[in-house]
């Protein structure tokens, strides 16, 4: 892939539909979509999707920047702590004698937004006019660099087309939210505190305007405020590069206006098309190593595209302090806040293309253990039970209490019961060193989770009477039932998790046999605990009726009302709205994959055909009440040979974002949607399955995909995998790496560099 060098080469879009997402004009009713659909975001800042150049400060879907951390908590009683947002560094307004240009009456189509997927970066394209006398096509381009996390450019040519008249360009950075206290502005500087968090940020920003090739000073200036005024003739070409870069940290521990002007020096040193070289390199990368071809279906192609290029852009592997909220840095829903969405839907993806950037994502969960360990005292419970909602320390963020559709005030209860949180970070642990062989990572930090999150389950799961640990009052991910006992995903998750430590303990002893001694010395681990811990995943309750071969999805559920999902199909509001909460509550209706998660992440854990059972009964009483859920069955009905079905999945999953038929993309993409679109193919549509000493692979893909290639990164080795319709076959090539086993439709083959796989695989048998 070639770089852009010029300015009109970096203005001009990927010459290719499939890595473009375009639209035309404008509309203030769909700008909160769009400034999430097309959002910016290198792992550190996040630039919503906005138009180039605004009237002015208040004007809808003005530009809005995220930065990683940037929590603070709202000076009100019961405050829960949330992302709150920078400096808006983009603001520019164009005026002609005092009169701001617009973009031109009844040209709404010349309008373009165009995220370029492959280069990471949003364009757009539009004419603008002042009463006619003045025309001007107006191209820019913003980045979050990928290569300089702390560098953000804006870039915009002018081309004047009509009219010679006075104009005045003004650039600005303008703070918009209330929590940030300035400490320091000085030219091109700001410093700001939070109010209560204790963080500061830091924007260090450099402007050049030329005006037909020539720099232009500022006609005035101010700290944070650029002006310049010349007299416009057509043909004229005016250029404004704008560079900014931005450090964050703790009050006391940083020097974040330091480290922005340093930043900010290297970012000049290079010039705006050394940053932008810099950054489409870094975006090249990432693609090798993470792009899915897919032949015969364009949508399906541009929609995976964009999930990854949201993947891609959502992490940050020098970070390990933050993690990715339920909305990436896109926008402001749930607050910035993290849930079992990065560890279920995300890491899959970040372990198998990028385990650096998911080592990150679990030591923020190492970070922030000690807030899991308050919650799990606070609660009166042993070990760690992480935060269903997490922001920077790991304490419970989730709100108490939320307004409901009816207006009326809906008790929260998933913050003390939604538990199942810390069973899926053990499983994101374990599946992380298994695929990655990443043994320094468990022995210093994901063996003390696993620990300490098995601890929990040993507490938390009671012996009673009748012989079983029962967990009782608990949500599981069908959060229309709340306070249930046994929940079947809550259980056998923590049933694994219970058993994974006990294997880490026979690992550590053997193979460090010191730092075991001092992790159970420092976590006070007797034999006599790991026995307790060992019963207790021998006799919890699991729901499994052998007889039937179905989970029952909590204590009771199979007595509840059985309603007929199909005869509200048309509805265009949740099931819960449409029925009430509490009839909600009495039938079997769940809101999302809950025993159906179970079965895409321990498929192992349904023998024989009871893994299909399971998906019959519980899928027809799915409601999709979460964007996550969609996925999770689209990878069960993939494994299970339902492929039309799974595609049927696939689609309606990439429709949340990229389809404005979803209510609430407006507060940013559903990123762990995004990070499902990516496991249906992988581990749905290629059967990918992952074992300590070799992968195995039942791929089967639907018919409208002449064929689907992808790379992974398992243990030290990049494996690239293609599969073909026409001739029914699979053909993997080992680009990197030591020879390896893998299994195809259950028969054993040897994979090396020199001798790459061909198979015929039978799409109609698994
Ligand atoms: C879902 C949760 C999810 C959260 C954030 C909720 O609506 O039910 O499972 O973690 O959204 O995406």
């Known amino acids: 892939m070639t770089v852009a060098t010029t300015l009109s080469g970096a203005l001009t879009p990927t010459d290719d539909c499939e890595w473009i997402i375009e639209e035309a004009g404008y509309d203030p009713l769909r700008e909160g979509s769009r400034g999430s659909r097309f959002a910016i975001s290198n792992g550190f800042l996040g630039v919503r999707g906005a138009r180039a150049i605004h009237r002015g400060?208040?004007?809808?879907?003005?530009?809005?920047?995220?930065?990683?951390?940037?929590?603070?908590?709202?000076?009100?009683?019961?405050?829960?702590?949330?992302?709150?947002?920078?400096?808006?560094?983009?603001?520019?307004?164009?005026?002609?004698?005092?009169?701001?240009?617009?973009?031109?009456?009844?040209?709404?189509?010349?309008?373009?937004?165009?995220?370029?997927?492959?280069?990471?970066?949003?364009?757009?394209?539009?004419?603008?006019?002042?009463?006619?006398?003045?025309?001007?096509?107006?191209?820019?381009?913003?980045?979050?660099?990928?290569?300089?996390?702390?560098?953000?450019?804006?870039?915009?040519?002018?081309?004047?087309?009509?009219?010679?008249?006075?104009?005045?360009?003004?650039?600005?950075?303008?703070?918009?939210?209330?929590?940030?206290?300035?400490?320091?502005?000085?030219?091109?500087?700001?410093?700001?505190?939070?109010?209560?968090?204790?963080?500061?940020?830091?924007?260090?920003?450099?402007?050049?305007?030329?005006?037909?090739?020539?720099?232009?000073?500022?006609?005035?200036?101010?700290?944070?405020?650029?002006?310049?005024?010349?007299?416009?003739?057509?043909?004229?070409?005016?250029?404004?590069?704008?560079?900014?870069?931005?450090?964050?940290?703790?009050?006391?521990?940083?020097?974040?206006?330091?480290?922005?002007?340093?930043?900010?020096?290297?970012?000049?040193?290079?010039?705006?098309?050394?940053?932008?070289?810099?950054?489409?390199?870094?975006?090249?990368?990432?693609?090798?190593?993470?792009?899915?071809?897919?032949?015969?279906?364009?949508?399906?192609?541009?929609?995976?595209?964009?999930?990854?290029?949201?993947?891609?852009?959502?992490?940050?592997?020098?970070?390990?302090?933050?993690?990715?909220?339920?909305?990436?840095?896109?926008?402001?829903?749930?607050?910035?806040?993290?849930?079992?969405?990065?560890?279920?839907?995300?890491?899959?993806?970040?372990?198998?293309?990028?385990?650096?950037?998911?080592?990150?994502?679990?030591?923020?969960?190492?970070?922030?253990?000690?807030?899991?360990?308050?919650?799990?005292?606070?609660?009166?419970?042993?070990?760690?039970?992480?935060?269903?909602?997490?922001?920077?320390?790991?304490?419970?963020?989730?709100?108490?209490?939320?307004?409901?559709?009816?207006?009326?005030?809906?008790?929260?209860?998933?913050?003390?019961?939604?538990?199942?949180?810390?069973?899926?970070?053990?499983?994101?642990?374990?599946?992380?060193?298994?695929?990655?062989?990443?043994?320094?990572?468990?022995?210093?930090?994901?063996?003390?989770?696993?620990?300490?999150?098995?601890?929990?389950?040993?507490?938390?799961?009671?012996?009673?009477?009748?012989?079983?640990?029962?967990?009782?009052?608990?949500?599981?991910?069908?959060?229309?039932?709340?306070s249930i006992d046994d929940n079947s995903f809550t259980n056998v998750m923590a049933r694994c998790n219970i058993r994974r430590a006990l294997d880490v303990v026979e690992w550590l002893r053997a193979r460090w046999p010191e730092q075991w001694g001092s992790l159970a010395a420092r976590l006070a681990l007797s034999d006599a605990e790991l026995g307790q811990w060992r019963t207790v995943a021998e006799t919890i309750m699991t729901g499994f009726d052998p007889k039937t071969g179905l989970f029952e999805q909590f204590a009771g559920f199979f007595s509840l009302d059985d309603v007929d999902l199909s005869r509200y199909a048309g509805r265009s509001v949740p099931i819960d709205v449409v029925l009430g909460p509490e009839q909600t509550r009495q039938c079997q209706i769940v809101k999302q994959a809950d025993v159906v998660a179970l079965l895409a992440l321990l498929p192992d854990e349904f023998p024989g055909d009871t893994g299909a059972k399971n998906f019959g009964y519980y899928a027809p009483r799915c409601a999709h009440g979460s964007s996550l859920s969609l996925a999770m069955h689209g990878v069960v009905a993939a494994r299970l040979g339902e492929t039309e079905a799974a595609l049927d999945y696939f689609r309606r999953t990439s429709a949340i974002d990229l389809e404005d038929n979803h209510a609430a993309i407006d507060g940013g993409v559903h990123i762990a949607a995004l990070g499902g679109i990516w496991s249906m193919v992988v581990f749905g549509f290629a059967g990918l399955a992952l074992h300590a000493d070799h992968l195995t692979l039942n791929p089967r893909i639907p018919a409208a995909w002449q064929s689907l290639r992808f790379g992974l990164q398992w243990r030290g080795r990049y494996l690239k995998i293609k599969i073909e319709h026409a001739t029914a076959s699979l053909e993997v090539t080992l680009d990197v790496g030591e020879p390896m086993t893998l299994v195809v439709n259950g028969k054993v083959f040897a994979l090396s560099r020199e001798q790459p796989l061909w198979v015929l695989t039978n799409f109609s048998s698994r």
């Not at 003739?233 to 870069?245: D, K, S």
């Not at 002007?261 to 290079?270: C, E």
């Not at 891609?312 to 933050?322: I, L, Q, R, S, Y």
């Not at 969405?341 to 995300?346: Q, S, V």
Request: glycine share 8%; charged share 25%.
């Open 57 to 482: 400060g208040r004007w809808v879907g003005a530009s809005r920047t995220l930065v990683a951390g940037l929590f603070d908590t709202a000076d009100e009683e019961h405050a829960i702590p949330g992302l709150i947002a920078a400096p808006n560094w983009l603001q520019v307004r164009i005026l002609r004698d005092g009169v701001p240009l617009t973009h031109r009456e009844g040209d709404g189509k010349s309008q373009h937004r165009i995220l370029d997927l492959r280069r990471g970066l949003l364009l757009t394209d539009a004419r603008l006019s002042n009463a006619d006398v003045v025309w001007v096509r107006l191209r820019s381009l913003h980045l979050a660099s990928l290569s300089h996390r702390a560098i953000g450019l804006q870039l915009i040519q002018m081309e004047f087309e009509r009219g010679e008249a006075e104009i005045t360009l003004n650039a600005s950075l303008e703070v918009s939210d209330t929590s940030l206290l300035p400490e320091r502005v000085e030219q091109g500087l700001g410093v700001w505190n939070t109010t209560s968090s204790g963080k500061r940020l830091a924007m260090a920003t450099t402007l050049t305007l030329r005006i037909d090739g020539v720099d232009i000073d500022p006609t005035s200036s101010s700290p944070l405020q650029w002006s310049w005024r010349w007299t416009s003739h057509p043909g004229q070409v005016v250029c404004l590069a704008r560079t900014v870069a931005v450090t964050c940290g703790v009050a006391g521990e940083v020097h974040p206006g330091q480290d922005a002007v340093g930043a900010l020096d290297v970012a000049r040193k290079l010039g705006w098309s050394d940053v932008v070289a810099a950054h489409e390199t870094a975006w090249t990368k990432r693609w090798h190593c993470s792009d899915v071809e897919i032949e015969g279906d364009a949508a399906a192609q541009r929609a995976l595209r964009f999930a990854l290029y949201h993947l891609n852009g959502a992490a940050n592997p020098d970070d390990e302090h933050v993690s990715i909220a339920a909305r990436a840095l896109t926008g402001d829903d749930y607050r910035g806040h993290v849930f079992w969405d990065t560890e279920i839907y995300l890491l899959p993806f970040f372990t198998l293309t990028w385990p650096l950037a998911a080592r990150a994502l679990l030591m923020y969960r190492f970070h922030t253990l000690d807030g899991a360990r308050a919650k799990a005292a606070e609660l009166g419970w042993r070990g760690a039970l992480y935060a269903w909602e997490s922001a920077d320390t790991g304490a419970e963020t989730c709100p108490l209490h939320v307004i409901g559709p009816d207006r009326k005030l809906v008790e929260v209860k998933c913050g003390r019961q939604e538990q199942h949180i810390s069973a899926d970070i053990a499983y994101a642990v374990w599946q992380y060193w298994q695929a990655t062989g990443d043994d320094g990572f468990m022995r210093d930090a994901g063996a003390e989770i696993l620990m300490e999150t098995a601890r929990f389950w040993s507490s938390r799961a009671r012996p009673e009477p009748d012989g079983h640990c029962h967990v009782r009052s608990v949500i599981g991910p069908d959060e229309y039932h709340e």
